[in-house]
């Protein structure tokens, strides 16, 4: 059984930070990745930002120099620093786990950005 627990959503103001954190458990082996999705109403899942077992990382066009993606290992925790956001983030931020097993995603935490 695999878990991931999200924390660190709210409200925040445009310009602001917030920083998500995922924390995985249970029987997780050789992580390929884990990475951050997000969901606005209305609109299609889309990639915030991922990173490999190799710590090489991907981000989606619209976080690019804003938002950072880092991971603790030993924790199987992955973190989402998110800066100078935009109403345009508010969205319900979904994280992601790949294993060989296969795919997995925690229950979402939602952040709103005031304009």
């Known amino acids: 059984q695999v878990q991931l627990v999200e924390s660190g959503g709210g409200l925040v103001q445009a310009g602001g930070s917030l920083r998500l954190s995922c924390a995985g458990s249970?029987?997780?082996?050789?992580?390929?990745?884990m990475g951050w999705y997000r969901q606005a109403p209305g609109k299609q899942r889309e990639l915030v930002a991922l990173?490999?077992?190799?710590?090489?990382?991907r981000y989606g066009d619209s976080v690019k120099g804003r938002f950072t993606i880092s991971r603790d290992n030993a924790k199987n925790t992955v973190y989402l620093q998110m800066n100078s956001v935009k109403p345009e983030d508010t969205a319900v931020y979904y994280c992601?786990?790949?294993?060989?097993?296969?795919?997995?995603w925690g229950q979402g935490t939602q952040v709103t950005v005031s304009s």
């Open positions: 992601n786990l790949v294993i060989p097993r296969g795919t997995y």
């Open positions: 249970g029987s997780i082996f050789s992580i390929i990745a």
């Open positions: 990173i490999t077992s190799g710590s090489n990382t």
